[in-house]
Structure formats: C-alpha cells, structure tokens
C-alpha cells in the first residue's frame, strides 16, 4: 500500500506542487520590504531614486565599481523593486518551486516514474535546513541573491549531469543555443556557490570523458562563460574596497583560525545531523552493488557542498543566507542516497520518518505564519504611522523596531531600524518616505 502510494501517483505529486507553492506565495505575500530593500531603491550612481531601466543600468554599473560584483542578481531586484513587490511575489514563488523540482530531478534521476516520496522529502528537507529560510526565499534582495542563482546554478548543471548519468543529450536545440547564456548566469551569481557550480561542472566533464562519452562543443563552451561570468564577478573593483573597510590586521593564524571556527560552527549549528545521515546512507551505498560512477556521484554532492561552506575561509564574514548552496548540494546528495537505497522494505521506513517529520512541519508551519503575519500587520502599521505624521508635518519621527521570532521570517536575522539616525537603514528609510530623520526604539512597540 504505501509503494503504491508515493510511487507512480501523479496527483500527489501535484498537491505537494500546489501546496507547497501556495505556502510559498502566501509567506511572500506577507513579507514585506526589508533591510536593503529600502537601498536599492536608490542608484549607486547619483542616490536618486531610481524611476526607470536605464537609471536601474547606471546604478548597477556603480554598484560594480563601488561595492560589489553581483550585478545580474542586483539588477533582477532593482527591476523587481521598481515594478512592485506584488509582481515579485509571484515569481519568486515560482522560482523556489522550480528549484525544488530541479533538486528533486537531480536525487530521482535513477527513477523511472515521478516519486512523490523522494519530492515531498526535497521540500521538507529545504524547510528543516536551511539555515536562513526567510532571508533566501522571502527577502526580496536575499532571494535574488541566493534563490534566483541557485536555480541558474542547477539548471545550467542539469544537461551535463543527466548526460554523466544516463549517457542522453538534451533533445532541445533551443536549449543548447541557450546554454551559454544559462552558464554566465550561472557563473555570476553569487561566490561560493557559482564557484560550486563550476568545481562540479568539471568533475562531471571528466566523469563523462572516463566513461568514453564525446563531449559536444557547446559544453566546452558553457563552461567558458560560466568562468567568464564567475571571473567578472569576483574581479569588481568594489569587492576589493569593501573587502579593504572589513579587514583587520590580526596575523594570518587568527585570521584563518577565525574563519575556519566559522565555517566549522555553520555546519555544527545547521547541519550536522543531516551531515550525519548523509555520510551513514553514502557509507551504506559503497556497499551495494552498483555501478562505480554512481557512487562517485553519490560522494561528489558531499565534497561539492563541504567546499561550497569552507571556501568562505576567504572573505570577511559568513552570513547564514550563504550557506544556502551547502544545504542544497547536500540534500542532493542525501536524496541521490536514499532514492539508490529505496526498496519494498527501505521505503516502509523512509515513509514513517517522513510522515513524523510531516507532523513536525504542521506545527513549525503554524507558527511560522504566526510569526510572518505578526510582523506583516506590526510593520505595515509602522509605515502607515510614518505617512500619517510626515503628512501632518512630523519630518522628526520615533518609531519601534520589530523583533521576529522564527527563521521562516525574511526579517529574522537581518538589521531593522535603530535608535540613532546615522544607522544606514535609518538614512535609507528616511530618504524613502521623505522625512528629516527616523528613530525606533523595541519599548515603542504597539499593543496588539
């Protein structure tokens, strides 16, 4: 009963898509701007406020120069906050139900059917991990930054790994036109998971050349622009200046020392029961009997995701939202594992531990959308005060700050307005609603 149930039903399938994607866009609905959200609305060329895409090109172009190199993911949040939330909204949730798909592709590729199992466990996994959930998937600037890359990232990698797997080429011309585009968009995303992205790339290409495949031009070629567009990124001028303010002189052992605790305490903190898991099913795989390169691909989402986390060693700071490429190229691998290892017995117990950790979600569910509404109906009560008192002519305002409880929320995490108005979102926000200055205290919070 339970095979037949979670293989080779379709509908289930597509309730889990349409419920999950209806979680999604109900949490995004109730998210709104946030943080840097209020920044981008201004150009990095001249900090007026950006009215039309040619203002939104010179903004970009000074971001390159003066602070950063992510220019295709900042561009696609400067559109997007210049059209409107609402539309973003939409396809953001799109994006992130096209991610999980993709990940699920990748975990159930040796499935000859759809396994609502092996899905169902893809989204569970993304809500249960993730360290930074809101910041990667409902921040507007996070999710262009982290979600919007990452579904480039595995969909560019998606031709070369199913030609690795299966020895088939993408049947679509279209497709393999696209591809070069696909792979700058891959490459200049965001730093350690484009870089990712790219480790993985070439290891396929050498799996698929040991396995006496020819390789077609047009992935030499993709893989050029993906390098292309990663060496543009890392290359800005603008990283360098911003690496330079954050950058202490403290010795080279403590430095590293540091970073290295960092990074080590991401995977503690988040992840090392998953870790766990992973290397136990990846063990257990090693001794069946299977195809050699299947293994190789098991062990290879594990050493992609570990050097996706540790090559944060090079920067100043390691923010959680980052480790969002760690989390999904070991999900990968724990689901390719468990997909490998399912079977009439296997696949009672995948169901129970699914199913308590289905019990699990409704009530972290609950809550989060507790959390999220909470904060939708307190900040929007915030703005509407703002408006109200600028327009009787308080240019001067107090306010208080929101202080969200759960990482399902986009604001978990990140800064919110201070008490003092040098703080930069203090400066941001009021050029924004056009007001003198604007304070927040958390003792002004209204009473609900």
């Not at 990940?103 to 759809?114: M, N």
């Not at 507007?140 to 579904?151: F, H, V």
């Not at 049947?171 to 350690?192: C, D, Q, R, T, Y």
């Not at 490429?325 to 017995?345: A, E, K, P, R, W």
């Amino acid at each position: 009963m339970i095979k037949t149930m979670f293989k080779g039903k379709q509908w289930i399938f597509y309730f889990i898509l349409f419920s999950s994607g209806c979680i999604m866009l109900i949490f995004n609905f109730l998210t709104p701007m946030l943080a840097d959200d209020y920044s981008y609305t201004f150009s990095w060329y001249d900090r007026n406020t950006i009215t039309n895409l040619s203002e939104a090109f010179l903004s970009i172009y000074a971001h390159y120069f003066s602070w950063g190199g992510r220019v295709i993911t900042h561009f696609i949040a400067t559109v997007f906050l210049l059209i409107g939330k609402p539309v973003f909204n939409v396809f953001n949730t799109v994006v992130y139900c096209w991610l999980a798909y993709i990940v699920y592709r990748y975990a159930a590729i040796h499935t000859k059917k759809g396994h609502c199992l092996i899905y169902l466990a893809v989204h569970l996994c993304l809500w249960f991990v993730v360290p930074a959930f809101g910041q990667d998937f409902l921040w507007l600037i996070g999710a262009c930054n982290y979600l919007w890359p990452s579904a480039f990232i595995f969909t560019f990698i998606w031709p070369y790994y199913q030609y690795a797997m299966t020895g088939k080429l993408p049947g679509s011309k279209v497709l393999i036109w696209f591809m070069p585009v696909l792979g700058l968009l891959a490459g200049w995303g965001n730093e350690n998971t484009s870089g990712a992205g790219i480790f993985f790339v070439i290891i396929l290409l050498f799996l698929i050349k040991k396995q006496e495949h020819k390789i077609p031009l047009w992935m030499f070629i993709s893989l050029g622009t993906q390098i292309i567009g990663f060496i543009l990124m890392v290359i800005a001028p603008g990283n360098y200046i911003r690496l330079e303010r954050g950058t202490e002189d403290i010795g080279f052992l403590l430095t590293y020392g540091g970073r290295l605790s960092v990074c080590n305490q991401m995977i503690y903190d988040y992840m090392l029961p998953f870790l766990l898991a992973y290397i136990f099913l990846l063990v257990l795989l090693c001794y069946q009997k299977i195809d050699v390169y299947k293994k190789w691909i098991a062990g290879l989402f594990g050493i992609t995701a570990l050097a996706n986390n540790y090559v944060m060693l090079i920067v100043t700071e390691y923010p959680e939202r980052a480790a969002l490429g760690t989390v999904l190229f070991l999900t990968i691998g724990f689901l390719y594992c468990v997909s490998m290892l399912l079977n009439q017995d296997t696949l009672k117990w995948a169901s129970a531990i699914t199913c308590c950790l289905l019990a699990v979600f409704s009530i972290q569910y609950t809550y989060a959308l507790m959390d999220i509404g909470y904060t939708y109906r307190v900040y929007n009560r915030r703005i509407a005060s703002i408006i109200e008192q600028r327009d009787a002519g308080i240019m001067d305002i107090v306010t208080y700050r929101i202080e969200p409880k759960t990482k399902f929320n986009g604001l978990y995490g990140l800064e919110d307005l201070q008490g003092y108005t040098a703080h930069w979102l203090n400066g941001n926000t009021s050029n924004y609603f056009g007001i003198n200055s604007i304070v927040a205290f958390p003792e002004e919070k209204p009473k609900e």
